[in-house]
């Protein structure tokens, strides 16, 4: 006669293989969670980046709505002095190079400039924008 045991437990196989699967979906899920971080990472980098280049630019605007002529001057460290009149701005991003370059335009009543802010380094960010100002008068 045979005798009937008491099976209540896993065998060893079945640890195993459920131990298989949770290191394959534990994988999976750290994979998908670290690319997110690394994306969230390089985004808000980008991000700050544009902001800090909108920035200058709104600044290169008011310079040059309010005083008509600004310098730009590019620094050896990478950062950026704009100045007009008695008022000088350094602008710097951490790790990264800003670059301004600038065409002048004039039309019937504006004087006008084009410019482009270009940030190179950790990430790279190029912002292009014009700014205007009415002509004086007494130029004409």
């Known amino acids: ?4 045991r008491n099976q209540n437990g896993f065998t060893l196989v079945e640890m195993l293989g459920a131990l298989t699967i949770l290191f394959i979906v534990g994988g999976i899920v750290f994979a998908v969670l670290n690319n997110g971080l690394q994306f969230f990472r390089i985004e808000s980098t ?8 909108n920035i200058i630019a ?4 008011t310079f040059y709505q309010e005083h008509g002529d600004f310098e730009v001057v590019h620094q050896s460290d990478g950062s950026l002095m704009i100045a007009s009149g008695e008022e000088i701005r350094v602008y710097s991003i951490p790790g990264h190079i800003i670059t301004v370059d600038f065409t002048e335009s004039q039309t019937n009543r ?11 380094g950790e990430q790279e960010f190029t912002l292009n924008t014009v700014v205007s100002r009415l002509r004086d008068e007494s130029i004409d």
């Open 1 to 4: 006669m045979m005798k009937h």
């Open 58 to 61: 709104n600044q290169l605007t």
């Open 110 to 120: 504006f004087n006008k400039r084009n410019i482009t802010i270009q940030v190179t």
């Open 46 to 53: 980008r991000i700050n980046v544009g902001q800090e280049a």
